[in-house]
């Protein structure tokens, strides 16, 4: 076999082991992208009083750090409180 011909094949080779491998990572990107879509929909929704306490702290949290007013706080919080526990 000629020198040219080796090389020929040796990069042949060595474009399609690349094609190869970004395909292999594409997949494994697309596969874990699954799996963690699908742990987020099968995971168990928290019950009413769980979110209600999840956005207590958060506005609390965002009151201390003055992004909003006390008093918009307890709207908000009215408000969510009207939605979340009207539909249980």
């Known amino acids: 076999m000629s020198s040219k011909a080796a090389q020929s094949i040796s990069k042949s080779a060595s474009a399609a082991a690349g094609s190869i491998g970004t395909a292999a990572v594409a997949a494994a990107s697309a596969v874990a992208a699954a799996a963690v879509a699908a742990s987020i929909v099968l995971s168990p929704v928290p019950d009413a009083a769980s979110r209600m306490d999840g956005v ?12 909003i007013t006390a008093e918009q706080a307890e709207k908000f919080e009215a408000k969510l409180a009207g939605r979340i526990l009207g539909e249980t």
Request: a neutral charge; hydrophobic letters at 50%; zero cysteines.
């Open 56 to 67: 207590h702290a958060d506005l609390l949290r965002a009151v201390q750090l003055n992004q």
